[in-house]
């Protein structure tokens, strides 16, 4: 059987996306998951997402952009400290900064986001309140490999969310919540399939066999 996949995992908040991926591999196994998680990193403290990983037994370590004089220079300390770890894939699970040019020279083409609407529509920060803005019928989230754009890299799988009349009524937080569960369940088979059967990119193709 192959050597399970080393993921670091990085997070800004509440680390819900984080748990799912900790209590898949605890429920299926390192082995049959195809991946464990060896670190988790933030960019600032006290969060519930470091919580998350302390009690789950995960070092972790937090790269603050206010600590670094220049952002470059937190892109190189955020690039050293993941990795520290040897990941095989990084994964942003409600990473809430951008990268730079270091941190993709050495985990580009290996570091998954997410984001909650259908890439390449509605793109950015306020992808939920775009799509209603918009008069979308549908909207989703999108899991991809992170390139040097906003929401721009390989499309690595999508799912479905209808909007319906109480999300317009109500504002975006009762879609955001329905868009969350699916793009949870959608990150944990994303990655493990990614960590286990690998996958190449063909241009703008992800190929996953």
Known sequence: MAKAKRLVVLVSGSGTNLQALLDAIAAQGTDAYGAEIVAVGADR???AGLERAE?????????????????????????????????DLVVSAGFMKIVGKEFLARFGGRFVNT???LLPSFPGAHG????????????????????DGVDTGPIIA??????????????????????????????VDVVGRLARNGFSIEGRKVVIP
């Open 45 to 47: 403290e006290g969060i």
């Open 55 to 87: 009690r789950a037994g995960l070092p972790t370590f937090v790269c603050r952009v206010k600590d670094h004089a220049t952002r470059d220079e937190w892109d190189k300390a955020l690039a050293e400290a993941t990795a520290a770890y040897e990941p």
């Open 115 to 117: 984001h909650p609407a």
């Open 128 to 147: 939920v309140r775009d799509a209603l803005a918009y008069g979308a019928k549908v909207t989703g989230c999108t899991v991809h490999f992170v390139d």
């Open 158 to 187: 999508q799912g479905v969310v209808e909007i319906v009349e109480p999300d317009t009524a109500d504002g975006e937080s009762a879609l955001h919540e329905r868009i969350k569960e699916v793009e949870r369940t959608l990150l």
